[in-house]
């Protein structure tokens, strides 16, 4: 018991420095789904990404470079800089190594 509420307050510290980033979970599940699954789906034009797709670090440094694929396109062409950030938010809080890892339906 004393190890779970333990661990619940790691994971409260972690949401809220997460939070503190300024990006919505919520908000960064239905933009990722809405701009980012038309391409990166079965059957889309991309390979299939989900949250699922790379470790919390990964997603990090793949935002922190801002670059949406190999070349110079930005992640900010393809949405608004609050968005990319609510995204960023979502894919590091459900990525493979997170506490709650998420496939956003396939
Ligand atoms: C118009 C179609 C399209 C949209 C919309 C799109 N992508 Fe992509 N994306 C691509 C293509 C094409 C590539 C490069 C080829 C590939 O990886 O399949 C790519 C590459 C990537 C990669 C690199 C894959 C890797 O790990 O090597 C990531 C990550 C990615 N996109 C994330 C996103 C995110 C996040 C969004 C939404 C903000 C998004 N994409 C929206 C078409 C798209």
Not at 48 to 54: C, V
Not at 74 to 99: M, R
Request: with cysteine; proline share 5%.
């Amino acid at each position: 018991m004393r190890n779970t509420l333990k661990l619940l307050a790691v994971v409260a510290a972690l949401s809220a420095s997460l939070a503190a980033q300024g990006g919505s979970d919520t908000k960064g599940k239905f933009f990722f789904k809405k701009n980012c699954k038309s391409c990166h789906a079965p059957g889309g034009s991309a390979k299939e990404i989900t949250p699922l797709s790379k470790t919390q670090a990964q997603w990090k440094a793949y935002f922190a470079a801002g670059k949406h694929k190999k070349g110079a396109e930005k992640l900010d062409g393809l949405l608004k800089p609050e968005q990319v950030k609510d995204v960023q938010t979502f894919l590091v809080n459900h990525a493979s190594d997170s506490p709650q890892p998420e496939t956003c339906g396939g």
